[in-house]
């Protein structure tokens, strides 16, 4: 798979609300190269990128996404997180909502 795209991420930045935060707003890897770093890796580069706030929100049902991205938030972030639970009729499923700040170059781990 050398030379072939990985995955993709899509961020926009909110400047009418929430502070002109990051939100990270698709996210996908491609099978053949989960479970090796990519994402990991992927996600630090984006994160470094655009230092700053960043909101994400991922579905509780996507263990795969409630396994990766609080653990990656709390090895990234700068300071403190703060998590909110959404459920139906305020969005069309229950999802979580990470709030957070990404500092330059301040990734903590390897």
Same mark, same amino acid.
């Given at each position: 798979?050398?030379?072939?795209?990985?995955?993709?991420?899509?961020?926009?930045?909110?400047?009418?609300?929430?502070?002109?935060?990051?939100?990270?707003?698709?996210f996908?890897?491609?099978?053949?190269?989960?479970?090796?770093? @990519?994402?990991?890796?992927?996600? %630090? =580069?984006? #994160?470094?990128?655009? /230092?700053?706030?960043? $909101?994400?929100?991922?579905?509780?049902?996507?263990?795969?996404?409630?396994?990766?991205?609080?653990?990656?938030?709390?090895?990234?972030?700068?300071?403190?997180?703060?998590?909110?639970?959404?459920?139906?009729?305020? @969005?069309?499923?229950?999802?979580? %909502? =990470?709030? #957070?700040?990404i500092? /330059?170059?301040?990734? $903590?781990?390897?």
């Open positions: 798979m050398a030379g072939r795209p990985a995955g993709f991420a899509l961020a926009r930045c909110d400047v009418d609300g929430d502070d002109g935060a990051w939100n990270v707003s698709e996908f890897v491609v099978r053949g190269h989960r479970g090796c770093g @990519v994402a990991k890796q992927a996600a %630090r =580069l984006l #994160f470094q990128r655009h /230092p700053g706030p960043w $909101t994400l929100s991922y579905l509780p049902a996507n263990l795969p996404a409630s396994r990766f991205w609080p653990n990656l938030v709390a090895a990234e972030a700068s300071g403190p997180i703060s998590r909110l639970e959404q459920q139906p009729p305020e @969005v069309s499923a229950p999802k979580i %909502r =990470l709030r #957070f700040r500092d /330059p170059l301040a990734s $903590t781990t390897t």
